[in-house]
């Protein structure tokens, strides 16, 4: 646990704070008004107003909370004095280091959330805070973070007053007052309803938001009864959770309203109860968050959804037709057309046999674009396993698996020292299966192809390069390698089914990668795999 910094001027602001006499005082009705007003305007369950003495934080005021004093060393309003010109928000105290240990996260108390704007006096010295907590992860509108800082503001010129002359109190209650109105003004413009409702079900306070909903005005509204605004029907759905909040429990619902002036709504309440000093619940603070516009993007999403099964369906039904019903005709014929080959070939005219074997290629090439045309198309339900690739191993695999093929072409397979990298073996090896045949198969006349392997790591990626020394891509070319069945050579002289490419760039995407090229015609082309790095790890 990070204990805080002591301040720079810590002896003068103890001795700013002693000398207003505040420390230990009674209950006092003003600071609990504007304690409550804090928890009305931030929606939370607990908020105190609390000064930082040598060794412990002592709260003047307390609204959902017994205790009277903590430790200083626990305190997270000690962390908050040190910026007296910020409000601190900590969304998450889990996940801020100076608290993620802090007994008051960690421990039965398992607070969440805090909010803390520093009471600093005229002369610039941070006694302590207004702040608001809460047992669940919360956000704060930049409206209520303003207003606890005017909060904060008010009960400093609050604690000077005890202090001053009956004049000069009278003219620091009125700016008080018109501080308090300000206050509330600005609890009025945020975005979500608020209303605090007394213990008699009547409503004591509404803000601006409220009143645009239900299309009423502050009169009509305060003073009358829930019973009285939502009528008997509404009533008797509330009236139950109302219940539980008074006894104690945060009761958190959606439902859909129908608004005077809103219209139907679909909305988040939030009842939490209000406590006096003892501990007795006064009253409940309501919030009422408009969330019409996320259920829209939920149906929106599950439209999306559907679409998208009805896709996956149809992939299915596709890669059926591709894996059973086109390769069986296409067997058929293969087959058939072998056992003319080996049976009757002898048999039939020159020409036949010619004719023969334009069946027999073609039977072969088709089934060839089948078996690669069907491996694309199932890269979409491929589950990526990521794991430690060793280079250097999948280069020597390369070497053996593709050993006929450099024999036939004369070529060679080489690679300097390969790291390890994070990817998915089996669509690794295939990638780079597919770029090394590639420079074996597109050697210049005359010239035998050399394939070079070599890796580097820049930018967060490892990159993966793939070079050789045969015919290159015109420019005009290189801009469509990678579309599907694209080809730049005859079949005559480059079988191929114009999808490793492409297989190629959607292995890569899978990744969170990409793959680039650059060709030079007549001197070679360089194809590089970019493969992220896992987080954390250095570029």
Same mark, same amino acid.
């Given at each position: 646990?990070?204990?805080?910094?002591?301040?720079?001027?810590?002896?003068?602001?103890?001795?700013?704070?002693?000398?207003?006499?505040?420390?230990?005082?009674?209950?006092?009705?003003?600071?609990?008004?504007?304690?409550?007003?804090?928890?009305?305007?931030?929606?939370?369950?607990?908020?105190?107003?609390?000064?930082?003495?040598?060794?412990?934080?002592?709260?003047?005021?307390?609204?959902?909370?017994?205790?009277?004093?903590?430790?200083?060393?626990?305190?997270?309003?000690?962390?908050?004095?040190?910026?007296?010109?910020?409000?601190?928000?900590?969304?998450?105290?889990?996940?801020?280091?100076?608290?993620?240990?802090?007994?008051?996260?960690?421990?039965?108390?398992?607070?969440?959330?805090?909010?803390?704007?520093?009471?600093?006096?005229?002369?610039?010295?941070?006694?302590?805070?207004?702040?608001?907590?809460?047992?669940?992860?919360?956000?704060?509108?930049?409206?209520?973070?303003?207003?606890?800082?005017?909060?904060?503001?008010?009960?400093?010129?609050?604690? $000077?007053?005890?202090?001053? +002359? #009956?004049?000069?109190?009278?003219?620091? /209650?009125?700016?008080? *007052?018109? @501080?308090?109105?300000? =206050?509330?003004?600005?609890?009025?413009?945020?975005?979500?309803?608020?209303?605090?409702?007394?213990?008699?079900?009547?409503?004591?306070?509404?803000?601006?938001?409220?009143?645009?909903?239900?299309?009423?005005?502050?009169?009509?509204?305060?003073?009358?009864?829930?019973?009285?605004?939502?009528?008997?029907?509404?009533?008797?759905?509330?009236?139950?959770?109302?219940?539980?909040?008074?006894?104690? $429990?945060?009761?958190?619902? +959606? #439902?859909?309203?129908?608004?005077?002036? /809103?219209?139907?709504? *679909?909305? @988040?309440?939030?009842? =939490?109860?209000?406590?006096?000093?003892?501990?007795?619940?006064?009253?409940?603070?309501?919030?009422?968050?408009?969330?019409?516009?996320?259920?829209?993007?939920?149906?929106?999403?599950?439209?999306?959804?559907?679409?998208?099964?009805?896709?996956?369906?149809?992939?299915?039904?596709?890669?059926?037709?591709?894996?059973?019903?086109?390769?069986?005709?296409?067997?058929?014929?293969?087959?058939?057309?072998?056992?003319?080959?080996?049976?009757?070939?002898?048999?039939?005219?020159?020409?036949?046999?010619?004719?023969?074997?334009?069946?027999?290629?073609?039977?072969?090439?088709?089934?060839?674009?089948?078996?690669?045309?069907?491996?694309?198309?199932?890269?979409?339900?491929?589950?990526?396993?990521?794991?430690?690739?060793?280079?250097?191993?999948?280069?020597?695999?390369?070497?053996?698996?593709?050993?006929?093929?450099?024999?036939?072409?004369?070529?060679?397979?080489?690679?300097?020292?390969?790291?390890?990298?994070?990817?998915?073996?089996?669509?690794?090896?295939?990638?780079?299966?597919?770029?090394?045949?590639?420079?074996?198969?597109?050697?210049?006349?005359?010239?035998?192809?050399?394939?070079?392997?070599?890796?580097?790591?820049?930018?967060?990626?490892?990159?993966?390069?793939?070079?050789?020394?045969?015919?290159?891509?015109?420019?005009?070319?290189?801009?469509?390698?990678?579309?599907?069945?694209?080809?730049?050579?005859?079949?005559?002289?480059?079988?191929?089914?114009?999808?490793?490419?492409?297989?190629?760039?959607?292995?890569?995407?899978?990744?969170?990668?990409?793959?680039?090229?650059?060709?030079?015609?007549?001197?070679?082309?360089?194809?590089?795999?970019?493969?992220?790095?896992?987080?954390?790890?250095?570029?």
């Amino acid at each position: 646990m990070q204990t805080a910094p002591i301040p720079h001027n810590e002896e003068q602001r103890l001795d700013r704070l002693r000398g207003l006499c505040i420390l230990d005082t009674l209950p006092q009705k003003a600071f609990d008004d504007l304690t409550a007003l804090a928890q009305v305007i931030c929606g939370m369950p607990v908020a105190l107003i609390s000064f930082i003495d040598r060794d412990r934080q002592w709260f003047k005021s307390r609204v959902g909370t017994e205790v009277t004093d903590i430790p200083r060393e626990l305190a997270f309003c000690s962390h908050a004095i040190l910026e007296p010109d910020k409000v601190m928000v900590v969304e998450d105290l889990r996940l801020d280091p100076r608290f993620l240990d802090n007994p008051l996260v960690t421990g039965p108390t398992s607070v969440r959330f805090y909010a803390g704007a520093p009471i600093i006096t005229h002369d610039g010295f941070a006694l302590g805070t207004v702040c608001v907590g809460d047992q669940m992860p919360r956000t704060l509108h930049s409206v209520q973070i303003c207003a606890l800082g005017r909060l904060a503001s008010l009960v400093a010129t609050l604690v $000077e007053h005890q202090r001053m +002359q #009956r004049l000069e109190a009278v003219r620091n /209650a009125r700016a008080a *007052h018109e @501080e308090h109105e300000e =206050l509330i003004a600005m609890a009025a413009s945020g975005l979500d309803l608020h209303a605090y409702i007394d213990a008699d079900g009547v409503y004591r306070h509404v803000n601006q938001t409220f009143l645009n909903y239900v299309g009423a005005t502050r009169d009509e509204v305060i003073g009358a009864t829930m019973k009285e605004r939502l009528g008997e029907v509404t009533y008797s759905l509330v009236g139950a959770r109302m219940e539980r909040v008074l006894a104690g $429990e945060t009761v958190i619902y +959606q #439902r859909i309203s129908q608004f005077k002036a /809103a219209g139907r709504r *679909h909305m @988040e309440i939030t009842l =939490l109860p209000v406590r006096d000093p003892n501990g007795l619940v006064t009253g409940v603070v309501m919030r009422g968050r408009d969330i019409q516009e996320l259920k829209n993007k939920e149906i929106q999403l599950g439209e999306t959804i559907a679409r998208l099964e009805k896709k996956t369906l149809e992939q299915e039904r596709f890669i059926h037709i591709l894996s059973h019903d086109l390769r069986e005709p296409v067997n058929a014929i293969n087959n058939f057309a072998s056992l003319l080959q080996d049976d009757h070939a002898h048999a039939l005219p020159t020409e036949a046999q010619r004719y023969l074997g334009f069946v027999r290629a073609g039977g072969q090439r088709l089934a060839r674009s089948l078996d690669d045309l069907l491996r694309y198309v199932r890269l979409d339900r491929h589950r990526l396993a990521r794991a430690p690739v060793d280079m250097a191993e999948l280069a020597r695999q390369l070497r053996d698996d593709l050993g006929a093929t450099l024999e036939q072409s004369q070529g060679s397979l080489e690679w300097e020292a390969l790291p390890t990298v994070q990817a998915d073996a089996p669509l690794l090896h295939l990638v780079l299966k597919h770029l090394v045949s590639n420079g074996l198969a597109f050697a210049r006349p005359g010239v035998a192809p050399v394939v070079r392997v070599r890796a580097t790591r820049e930018n967060g990626f490892d990159l993966i390069h793939v070079e050789d020394n045969g015919l290159g891509i015109a420019d005009e070319h290189q801009a469509c390698v990678f579309d599907m069945f694209k080809r730049l050579h005859p079949r005559k002289t480059h079988p191929g089914t114009g999808l490793g490419l492409s297989t190629c760039r959607r292995i890569a995407a899978l990744h969170g990668g990409h793959v680039s090229m650059t060709s030079t015609p007549g001197v070679g082309s360089r194809f590089t795999l970019h493969l992220p790095l896992p987080h954390g790890t250095p570029s």
